[in-house]
């Protein structure tokens, strides 16, 4: 890995086949999670049904952008929400095809890069994604702008991204991974590449005063940003989550806004 620029076209070559290629493993490792019918936030375990951070959904128009298997998606369904979900890997919608014939909720499936959202303007009333798409694409401040512009007036965005101080340690669970080792303000992008040289694997960090920046830039309004602390109790580690570091500081940030 390295820290490296990358041209957009390379970004989303490299994030659509790692995504594609490890769609397999990714499900099998956090599917039961997840679930098949559920919206959960964060691995910090915080979930919709009582966070409440859309509002009531029932009878609204709502985009899941990077969706994943889309378990959140068939969870706002069961809810009453009308729900497009949509996301850039086929192999994240293979599975998400799957769940649904397994579970017998269905959403329509869209295929789709989050900087050219494929929909009309002011046609939804919330927009959501929970770790998807934001710190992958190479301009999330555009990503932001496709955002408000499919929401009405009065619409609601909210997305779960890694708690950008998170970007100062090592991805390691373990005692090791409260060193910290990085400057909070370097923006270069996190890069994974082949024998080649090629990108395979592509993550953005912004900063929390970035991100503010980005929403208030595209119009919204920020109205609430949620650090879930690790609950009792949970034991479970995910990658760099785990309960030793999750107690000692945060590790997502959820973004709630309003389209005025």
């Known amino acids: 890995m390295t820290r490296r620029s990358v041209t957009s076209g390379e970004n989303r070559r490299a994030n659509r086949g790692w995504w594609d290629a490890d769609a397999d493993a990714y499900q099998a490792e956090h599917g039961e999670f997840l679930g098949d019918v559920d919206?959960?936030?964060?691995?910090?375990?915080?979930r919709e049904a009582d966070a409440r951070l859309l509002g009531d959904v029932a009878g609204r128009r709502i985009l899941?952008?990077?969706?994943?298997?889309?378990?959140?998606?068939?969870w706002l369904a069961t809810q009453?929400?009308?729900?497009?979900?949509?996301?850039l890997s086929t192999g994240m919608l293979r599975h998400a095809r799957q769940a649904a014939e397994k579970s017998?909720?269905?959403?329509?499936?869209?295929?789709?890069?989050?900087?050219?959202l494929p929909f009309d303007s002011e046609g939804f009333d919330t927009v959501c994604t929970a770790f998807g798409a934001v710190p992958f694409v190479d301009d999330s401040a555009r990503l932001m702008g496709e955002v408000f512009r499919v929401l009405?007036?009065?619409?609601?965005?909210?997305?779960?991204?890694?708690?950008?101080?998170?970007?100062?340690f090592l991805d390691d669970p373990t005692?090791?991974?409260?060193?910290?080792?990085?400057s909070y303000f370097n923006r270069t992008p996190y890069v994974e590449y082949d024998e080649s040289g090629a990108a395979t694997y592509v993550e953005h960090h912004r900063t929390l005063g970035d991100r503010i920046r980005e929403l208030v830039a595209a119009g919204f309004v920020l109205t609430d940003l949620i650090e879930p602390e690790w609950p009792e109790?949970?034991?479970?580690?995910?990658?760099q989550w785990s309960p030793l570091r999750g107690?000692?500081?945060?590790?997502?940030?959820?973004?709630?806004?309003e389209k005025p």
Do not use: K
């Open 39 to 46: 919206f959960v936030w964060c691995p910090e375990g915080l």
């Open 64 to 74: 899941e952008i990077g969706c994943g298997a889309a378990a959140a998606a068939r």
């Open 80 to 87: 009453g929400a009308r729900v497009v979900a949509a996301d």
């Open 104 to 116: 017998g909720v269905r959403v329509p499936l869209v295929q789709c890069d989050a900087l050219a």
């Open 152 to 168: 009405r007036p009065g619409g609601r965005w909210v997305f779960s991204v890694t708690h950008p101080m998170r970007w100062i």
């Open 175 to 182: 005692e090791g991974g409260l060193v910290a080792v990085h």
């Open 233 to 239: 109790g949970h034991e479970q580690i995910w990658g």
């Open 247 to 257: 107690r000692v500081f945060p590790g997502t940030a959820i973004f709630v806004a």
